[in-house]
């Protein structure tokens, strides 16, 4: 299991995305284009965290997500 810590203490305020399998590409591509460089990935399954919560459905539909995009 992987422990996250929180993005912005790290790395000042990010864009997270929370994406489903048929968007993580868009959110790769968006998360490239806005930063210039590759974000972390990692599915949510895998992901423990204190102070946050998943959301309940995709970025950019309303599917269950599997990634975490950051």
């Known amino acids: 299991?992987?422990?996250l810590v929180d993005a912005a203490a790290v790395?000042?305020?990010?864009?997270?995305y929370v994406v489903c399998e048929e968007h993580l590409e868009r959110a790769l591509d968006e998360f490239v284009?806005?930063?210039e460089m590759p974000p972390d990935l990692y599915e949510l399954e895998?992901?423990?965290?204190t102070?946050?919560?998943?959301?309940s459905c995709c970025t950019f539909c309303s599917?269950?997500?599997k990634y975490l995009v950051v």
Not at 46 to 49: F, K
Not at 51 to 55: G, R
């Open 1 to 3: 299991m992987i422990h």
């Open 33 to 35: 284009e806005i930063y």
């Open 11 to 16: 790395r000042g305020p990010a864009k997270v």
């Open 46 to 49: 895998s992901v423990s965290t």
């Open 51 to 55: 102070d946050w919560a998943a959301p």
């Open 63 to 65: 599917k269950p997500p």
